[in-house]
């Protein structure tokens, strides 16, 4: 399908000045949603700022915004009017279940994106070893071990369950969570458990390099060239082609009643119905860093440099 018989998406609104990141999270556009980059975390009431926290240290993840209003990010949580409390935790749970060498400095270990469970009583860790340098003359160390993808506890203290060692998934995983329950797309796609980290379902097979969860419990997976709207039990309830795709790895969004798809490759985004029909196409100023649909159903953006902002869009004639 050309661009000629497509519609854009309608710019409703562009957020600009202080409060914008690379992360969504929360209810977008409610009472409190807020935004997360490297070192800060933006919290939002509507579409107005209402503050900037400070999180020295943060990591790659969504901000996870609890039933009364408790922000969680990373390793810090920031509830109403105080500033980020730092959890600390056990710096062994990183390295928990594992054998050999690197088994035995856990100080090298980092925490690279989490992903929080709403209520704040897990979080999924990507943890990746640190390697030191190595000096001349010195006995080289063992080759260093593979990223984990791991479920820990609420405080940090304890390991619930090893999800993947760099075997089953291929490059960085992507990480969704939905409700109890957590999507990981990679080479092995599946849903787990987001409290004991048990398999609940395979998810269909595909490069998968972006994965979505809708309020309504399905869950949208985007990859090399195609789509898969499934449910929470792995059923396939829509799958179709990609047009052409732009550099870097693609980002999807579902809407809450689970009839709207949205995929951005690059500054490309496009808004696909459940059944795989070609709604709407806008280019946008720069690459989308991430994107979700608000409750309402408007579809926000947030693109890179060299044109930061957060564009809020809505279908033509809706």
């Known amino acids: 399908m050309s661009d000629a018989v497509v519609a854009p998406l309608a710019l409703v609104e562009r957020l600009e000045g202080d409060g914008w990141g690379r992360a969504l999270g929360g209810p977008l556009g409610g009472k409190r949603w807020a935004m997360a980059e490297t070192g800060l975390l933006h919290l939002w009431s509507g579409r107005s700022p209402e503050r900037s926290v400070p999180v020295p240290g943060y990591v790659d993840g969504a901000p996870s915004v609890d039933a009364d209003g408790t922000v969680r990010v990373g390793r810090f949580v920031v509830a109403d009017g105080s500033p980020a409390e730092y959890l600390q935790g056990e710096p062994e749970v990183l390295v928990g279940q594992l054998d050999g060498e690197a088994a035995g400095f856990p100080e090298r270990f980092a925490a690279r994106r989490v992903e929080w469970l709403a209520d704040g009583s897990a979080a999924v860790v990507r943890a990746t070893y640190r390697k030191p340098r190595e000096r001349a003359g010195t006995v080289p160390e063992p080759p260093a071990p593979r990223d984990r993808l791991l479920l820990v506890d609420g405080c940090w203290e304890r390991l619930l369950a090893v999800l993947d060692e760099g075997g089953e998934l291929t490059g960085p995983p992507d990480v969704a969570v939905g409700g109890g ?25 595909g490069v998968w390099g972006a994965v979505a969860w809708g309020a309504g419990g399905q869950l949208v997976l985007a990859g090399d060239g195609e789509v898969v709207l499934c449910g929470a039990d792995g059923s396939v309830l829509g799958r179709w082609a990609l047009g052409a795709s732009g550099p870097g790895r693609p980002r999807t969004a579902l809407d809450a009643n689970g009839t709207m798809v949205a995929v951005a490759s690059g500054s490309t985004v496009d808004l696909w119905s459940a059944d795989g029909a070609l709604l709407a196409r806008t280019r946008v100023a720069a690459d989308v860093e991430n994107l979700g649909f608000s409750e309402s159903g408007d579809l926000y953006i947030v693109t890179g440099s060299p044109s930061r902002a957060v564009e809020i869009y809505s279908r033509a004639g809706s």
């Open 181 to 205: 329950l957590v999507a990981i797309a990679g080479g092995a796609a599946r849903v787990v458990d987001g409290r004991s980290g048990q398999a609940v379902a395979a998810l269909p097979t």
